[in-house]
């Protein structure tokens, strides 16, 4: 397995997040070379300045935490959050929709994932896997995949529940190689990280990184 840190996004996505949180966020994505920081999109253009020239990906949320939103708000803030400076876009699916056995969600993720290709950034789709039973988690990652997503994200952090193991080795075995899975919601250890990696994960959305990456490191002296 690489190093921890190439998989770990630091996650700050609190309803109080200060300035000085954010400051501080920044200062441990430098110092840890984290994956990347996923961060609010009022953020965005702060994080990427202070960010440039360091290989940490700028990640930020849309549609976020529900998904409620229309197709052309979500459309508004993709293209904003990556004029501001995000690489990738963490979106909320239209479960509501998915749930109304509508084709209405893979036609709104073809077309943010078609906005973020054209310039040049990653599109993640957060299912929230707490509200979905096997089927619906099997043909949820054929509609992401089908719509071009390159990523599937587990969970908000705000449902019932958060990454669980078997949900990401579904996952794993349902998407092509080609798309990648991050596991975000209730991964706090160096232990549950190293798990979920192994069950297929490519990245891990965590607000304890720091305290992730301070586990490893100990165990590589």
Same mark, same amino acid.
């Given at each position: 397995?690489?190093?921890?840190?190439t998989y770990?996004?630091?996650? &700050?996505? #609190?309803?109080? $997040?200060?300035?000085? &949180?954010v400051n501080? $966020?920044?200062?441990d994505?430098l110092?840890?070379r984290?994956m990347?920081?996923?961060?609010?999109p009022?953020?965005?253009k702060? /994080?990427?300045? *202070?960010?440039?020239? #360091?290989?940490?990906?700028? /990640?930020t949320?849309?549609g976020?935490?529900l998904?409620? &939103?229309? =197709?052309?708000?979500?459309?508004?803030?993709? =293209? %904003?959050?990556i004029?501001?400076?995000?690489?990738?876009? @963490?979106? /909320?699916?239209? $479960?509501?929709?998915?749930?109304?056995?509508?084709?209405?969600?893979?036609i709104?993720?073809?077309?943010?994932s #078609?906005?973020?290709? *054209?310039?040049?950034? $990653?599109? %993640?789709?957060?299912? *929230?896997?707490?509200?979905l039973?096997? @089927?619906?988690?099997?043909?949820?990652?054929k509609?992401?995949a @089908?719509?071009?997503?390159?990523?599937?994200?587990?969970?908000?952090?705000?449902?019932s529940?958060?990454?669980q193991?078997?949900? /990401?080795?579904?996952?794993?075995?349902?998407l092509p190689?080609q798309?990648?899975?991050k596991?975000?919601?209730?991964?706090?250890?160096?232990?549950?990280?190293?798990?979920?990696?192994?069950?297929?994960a490519?990245?891990?959305g965590?607000s304890?990184?720091?305290?992730i990456?301070?586990?490893?490191? #100990?165990?590589? *002296?």
């Amino acid at each position: 397995m690489n190093p921890i840190n190439t998989y770990l996004e630091h996650t &700050q996505l #609190s309803p109080v $997040l200060t300035d000085q &949180q954010v400051n501080q $966020l920044i200062e441990d994505a430098l110092q840890y070379r984290f994956m990347g920081v996923c961060i609010p999109p009022f953020w965005v253009k702060k /994080v990427k300045r *202070e960010l440039e020239g #360091s290989s940490v990906q700028v /990640v930020t949320v849309v549609g976020f935490p529900l998904g409620y &939103q229309m =197709t052309e708000t979500k459309v508004y803030e993709t =293209t %904003k959050a990556i004029g501001n400076g995000a690489d990738e876009i @963490d979106v /909320v699916w239209s $479960l509501s929709a998915f749930k109304a056995g509508m084709n209405w969600p893979k036609i709104e993720l073809a077309k943010l994932s #078609s906005v973020c290709h *054209e310039a040049g950034k $990653l599109l %993640k789709v957060i299912l *929230e896997t707490a509200y979905l039973d096997r @089927d619906e988690l099997v043909a949820a990652c054929k509609i992401c995949a @089908d719509a071009g997503a390159d990523f599937v994200k587990t969970s908000t952090g705000f449902a019932s529940s958060g990454a669980q193991l078997e949900d /990401v080795m579904l996952m794993r075995a349902i998407l092509p190689a080609q798309v990648g899975i991050k596991a975000s919601g209730g991964i706090k250890t160096l232990g549950q990280a190293e798990d979920f990696v192994k069950a297929g994960a490519d990245r891990i959305g965590t607000s304890m990184a720091v305290q992730i990456m301070e586990e490893w490191l #100990s165990q590589e *002296e």
